[in-house]
């Protein structure tokens, strides 16, 4: 156990964090740790610890003990539409003042290397066909993600200067690979459906590319090779394409006909514009691309799998989740079904509490806007068991003594539940599904997003409510909600009914 390097590993349930995890503990090479908002995870193959977000304030010293590397891949990648919030600003708490908070007590811990996933974006949107950036090209930050990621970058170098602590500095181009969410995904979506997508010719543009398996594979070379020490590296499959053979291969990985249609570049750029979509339109038309020289020369390093192959492999995954997700085709009209018996057979009991509701607050039915498929906002509606007054936020927030007597026999029966079988009639959610959050839960949300539960439809109840696990651990609901998306089929609907109508489980549970 002495001579493996002990890492700590930030961002772990991201798509390149769990991908990093997932290579390390197969390899046995490393002694892990990783940092979790809750400590109800656990693991026999790695050290997990509880930490806060990621801030100035986040104390690291449990987490980073006998560590000597840092693999930093947590950051916060968008900003949710709030237009009193400034994005910079924004990303600036996160990206910058807490990864220099974790970069100074990474110093003070002893730690020998902070590797620190930063983005393409520092080096710029784009560039000319044919003149790619390198890792000596001039930062020129664009936005305010890539800005936020700049300063990090720089803030870290100055971190490094005054210590014995080395960094390596990875700007890796468009990530893709297995469960990726995002522009790729949507490109093998509309792909898979057959929608005839723009580009600007066959060999208009380049953009390179890197898949996850590759980005892994150089990450694990930074932690080992001494003459990474304090450079900066531009990482990608180094085997550049065009948006049009992107298309190609995505087509050839899902089994169906490329129907891209061959569109002047500066019609796309245009109509983009039009729309609002200027950066749609770059990403189609526009070449963006990468000099990986220097991770070759100094460190030896050759990416392992092809564009075309990871490209292939990336949508046959795509296309076998897809199948898995479509085998539950009979969730929607046993929804439909179930919802209809349920509100003709309880008619009498939702006319009785209705009327008891109005003796008890005045206000029986209790209606809030939730986040659902797609992120999109719908009214979900329940019996009102809490007191006109209460604050509108996430029930486990909630003190206990703002529920009513009725509210109390409502949610021990989870009779307060009932209305939302009106939601599951509407389309608005099933029977069966993530239990839909608020809009002001950005942690969850965020989770939420990384793990692609925003693709189904919210539920009544669902394998998190059984295993008793509320949104008071974002990650930790998230994980399970798609654990729950994955293996779901008709023996696991009618299971999770069923245990939720016996009384296993809970609701919106308030603490």
Not at 118 to 136: D, F
Not at 144 to 161: D, F, N, T
Not at 269 to 282: E, H, L, Y
């Amino acid at each position: 156990m002495s001579n493996k390097h002990r890492l700590l590993l930030t961002g772990a349930t991201g798509f390149v964090g769990n991908a990093i995890q997932q290579r390390i503990v197969a390899d046995a090479n490393y002694d892990l740790t990783i940092a979790v908002r809750n400590i109800n995870e656990q693991s026999d193959a790695v050290r997990i610890v509880k930490v806060d977000d990621l801030t100035t304030s986040t104390d690291w010293s449990d987490a980073l003990k006998s560590v000597d590397v840092v693999v930093h891949t947590a950051a916060r990648v968008h900003v949710m539409d709030d237009k009193s919030a400034n994005p910079l600003t924004e990303f600036r708490k996160i990206n910058v003042e807490g990864t220099l908070n974790l970069a100074r007590q990474a110093v003070d811990a002893g730690v020998k290397r902070f590797i620190f996933i930063s983005s393409i974006k520092v080096n710029g949107e784009g560039t000319e066909l044919g003149r790619p950036y390198t890792a000596s090209s001039k930062p020129n930050p664009t936005d305010p993600y890539g800005l936020s990621k700049y300063e990090a970058e720089l803030g870290l170098k100055e971190i490094a200067s005054n210590s014995a602590m080395s960094y390596v500095i990875i700007r890796p181009t468009l990530v893709y690979g297995e469960n990726v969410k995002g522009n790729f995904q949507s490109l093998m979506k509309w792909t898979y459906k057959g929608v005839p997508l723009p580009v600007g010719g066959i060999k208009h543009n380049l953009r390179s590319l890197v898949s996850v398996d590759n980005l892994v594979d150089f990450i694990i070379t930074c932690i080992e090779h001494k003459d990474a020490k304090n450079e900066v590296f531009l990482v990608s499959d180094d085997d550049d394409i065009s948006t049009a053979d992107l298309l190609e291969e995505i087509s050839k990985g899902l089994g169906v006909k490329n129907k891209a249609i061959n569109i002047p570049p500066k019609l796309i750029n245009t109509a983009a514009s039009v729309i609002g979509k200027s950066g749609v339109g770059q990403r189609l038309s526009g070449s963006l691309q990468v000099d990986i020289s220097k991770a070759k020369t100094l460190l030896g390093w050759e990416p392992k799998y092809s564009t075309s192959e990871s490209i292939q492999k990336t949508a046959k995954y795509y296309k076998s989740s897809l199948a898995a997700s479509q085998s539950m085709s009979l969730q929607r009209p046993l929804d439909i079904v179930f919802s209809t018996t349920g509100l003709v057979v309880a008619s009498p009991l939702l006319i009785g509490v209705t009327a008891i509701g109005y003796l008890d607050t005045g206000s029986p039915l209790f209606i809030q806007e939730r986040v659902g498929k797609n992120q999109k906002p719908f009214k979900l509606i329940k019996f009102r068991t809490m007191k006109v007054t209460t604050e509108s936020v996430a029930s486990h927030l909630v003190d206990n003594t703002s529920i009513t007597k009725l509210g109390k026999v409502l949610r021990k029966t989870k009779l307060d539940e009932l209305p939302q079988l009106i939601n599951v009639l509407k389309g608005e959610m099933s029977l069966v599904g993530p239990r839909p959050n608020l809009f002001n839960q950005k942690d969850l949300i965020e989770a939420r997003e990384e793990m692609g539960v925003y693709d189904v439809s919210p539920g009544i109840t669902g394998l998190a409510q059984l295993s008793g696990i509320n949104m008071s651990t974002p990650e930790r609901l998230a994980k399970k909600d798609k654990e729950m998306i994955d293996t779901l089929n008709l023996k696991s609907y009618f299971s999770y009914i069923l245990s939720t109508a016996i009384g296993k489980g809970s609701g919106d549970a308030v603490e």
